[in-house]
């Protein structure tokens, strides 16, 4: 892993990053699908907070640590430096306010400025308990996310509402990108969803050699 140290850290971790604007609901959505859990009184997002859930997907072990990364400005240059390590991203936006849509596009470059083009990247619209206040209509954010190859969900955090589903159809869809070997560089191409024991022992001795030299 040369002189990337967080690629050096996740490797045998599947890296996703939440992006979005502040107050979106990105660290309820990561504490509902690693912990079951809502916080009605849930801080500003500070840099960058993580968690991780091993799950199975078709017969598949994968281990995910998932990146929230904080929407305020103030915290952009720490936070796009999570982005590197990522091989898919879920682009959350509030369905109760346009402004934190209208921001998607922008949002959108900076990831691909910084991450692995092939990355697995899903527009969420979440907040759907908010329904009677919805000021971005569906159908507007499916054309947003076909027009620029993206995956598509609306969820509650709230009600625990297609949380699971956004999650696994993110890591269902990086898992058929390495197994289909589509991908034929970036990080997206390094990542090892599930080993054999002897392969597993010689990826830990290659992360104790590549962390050494840092």
Request: net charge negative; proline share 1%; hydrophobic share 40%.
């Amino acid at each position: 892993c040369g002189s990337d140290l967080l690629i050096c850290i996740h490797m045998n971790f599947v890296a996703v990053v939440l992006i979005g604007e502040s107050g979106v609901g990105k660290s309820n959505l990561l504490s509902r699908f690693t912990k079951n859990e809502f916080n009605h009184d849930s801080r500003t997002t500070i840099g960058v907070e993580f968690s991780t859930r091993t799950v199975q997907l078709n017969g598949l072990t994968i281990k995910a640590q998932i990146w929230d990364t904080a929407g305020l400005e103030r915290y952009r240059a720490i936070t796009s430096a999570y982005y590197r390590g990522a091989v898919g991203a879920l682009l959350v936006y509030d369905i109760s306010k346009h402004l934190t849509y209208e921001s998607a596009e922008r949002w959108l470059k900076e990831l691909y400025d910084h991450a692995d083009p092939h990355m697995v990247v899903m527009l969420v619209g979440n907040k759907t308990d908010l329904a009677a206040v919805r000021s971005v209509p569906t159908e507007d954010a499916k054309d947003f996310a076909e027009k620029n190859s993206l995956l598509f969900m609306e969820t509650s955090a709230l009600e625990s509402v297609n949380v699971e589903a956004a999650f696994n159809t993110v890591l269902t869809e990086i898992h058929k990108k390495v197994s289909s070997k589509e991908v034929t560089r970036g990080s997206i191409n390094a990542v090892t969803l599930s080993q054999p024991k002897a392969a597993a022992d010689d990826a830990q001795e290659e992360k104790k050699a590549c962390c050494k030299n840092l």
